[in-house]
């Protein structure tokens, strides 16, 4: 029973809190954080321990990798809003991937954090798959990288939208573009709930800041760290 454990527990955990998101439609509610916090405190009150956790749930973990060439899909199903706004996707991408990973160094070491976390946060800005993939290979720590990527990813889902308010972005593009490289794959379900193009612009921006924060981590990181 304890080999399937983290597998059974999560997916299960995982269902219920989708459910309740759907129902009342809270951010605050997000099933990423929502099941979190409730297999953290699941795991406290049953003593199990992160290992014994990680060991029986490795199969999802696992599914990472072909997670990743999953993305290749909404990428060529889309390829004709990516060829009509290249120039503006390029630069934004290439823009926000670069100060993503600035800002996350600098602040890290305003924070006095450490080398070890300043380079696992800087690829925080990526889907997990391929964010833990960089950290790995700019020597961070892929695990400690893939909780940056979830608080980014709750973080732009509350404050995207008040940004795109504020700021008065009427652009469907440019809205997806915001969630797509701010907040990655959170944040493009929540653009898929504010419409369709904006969902697919997020799918597109996420896919592609994804690949170009894989070409500028090697290099940026060790004139950062």
């Not at 990526?126 to 833990?132: E, H, K, Y």
């Not at 794959?185 to 799918?203: K, L, N, P, V, Y």
């Not at 896919?207 to 070409?215: G, S």
Request: glycine letters at 8%.
């Amino acid at each position: 029973m304890v080999m399937w454990l983290g597998l059974v527990s999560t997916l299960i955990c995982y269902g219920i809190c989708k459910k309740l998101y759907q129902r009342f439609h809270y951010v605050v509610l997000n099933p990423v954080l929502t099941c979190l916090a409730v297999l953290i405190a699941f795991l406290s009150l049953a003593h199990v321990s992160y290992h014994t956790y990680f060991a029986s749930g490795k199969w999802l973990t696992d599914m990472l990798s072909p997670a990743t060439v999953a993305l290749a899909i909404p990428l060529y199903r889309n390829v004709h809003i990516l060829k009509a706004h290249w120039l503006e996707f390029l630069v934004s991408l290439v823009s926000g991937a670069a100060a993503a990973i600035v800002s996350s160094i600098l602040l890290a070491r305003l924070m006095r954090l450490g080398g070890m976390i300043e380079t696992s946060v800087a690829p925080r800005s990526v889907t997990t798959p391929i964010a833990m993939d960089i950290s790995q290979t700019i020597g961070g720590i892929p695990t400690l990288t893939a909780v940056f990527v979830i608080i980014t990813g709750i973080s732009g889902v509350v404050i995207g939208p008040l940004v795109i308010r504020y700021v008065r972005i009427r652009s469907a593009i440019a809205k997806g573009a915001i969630f797509g490289m701010g907040c990655h794959g959170i944040g493009t379900a929540r653009a898929f709930e504010m419409g369709q193009m904006e969902g697919t612009c997020s799918s597109l921006s996420m896919v592609i800041a994804a690949f170009i924060t894989l070409a500028l981590a090697p290099s940026l990181v060790p004139l950062l760290t």
